[in-house]
């Protein structure tokens, strides 16, 4: 059975930061694109970061480029996105996927619960 489990979420106030992870099992983690996406309420869930199974190509969406990085530890199937300099627009909850063998084309099968994120102003 796949789980995708994040933790690191929390309240922090804006310029803070937040490094959120996501512990995998169940799955050949070394072989899967990872992303991150959020959701605020009454949105969309957008893809704010991914990157690839061997960590050679990442995406960041425009509104965290500068930000946030994406990185990944294959030795422990586990997937980070350390948040710096975070704005209130930043709060929603943080969804890791992964998804996509060996390619980096952003499709994702499998999710985790989520974690919530809030930054105070």
């Known amino acids: 059975q796949v789980q995708l489990v994040e933790s690191g979420g929390g309240l922090v106030q804006a310029g803070g930061s937040l490094r959120l992870s996501c512990a995998a099992s169940?799955?050949?983690?070394?072989?899967?694109?990872v992303g991150w996406f959020r959701q605020a309420p009454g949105k969309e869930r957008d893809l704010v970061a991914g990157i690839s199974w061997n960590s050679g190509r990442t995406y960041y969406g425009d509104s965290v480029k500068g930000r946030f990085t994406i990185s990944r530890d294959n030795a422990k199937n586990t997937g980070y996105l350390q948040m710096n300099s975070l704005k209130p627009e930043d709060t929603a909850a943080y969804y890791c996927a992964a998804g996509g063998w060996k390619t980096f084309e952003h499709q994702y099968n499998y999710w985790g619960q989520g974690t919530q994120v809030t930054v105070s102003s």
């Open positions: 169940g799955l050949f983690f070394s072989n899967y694109e």
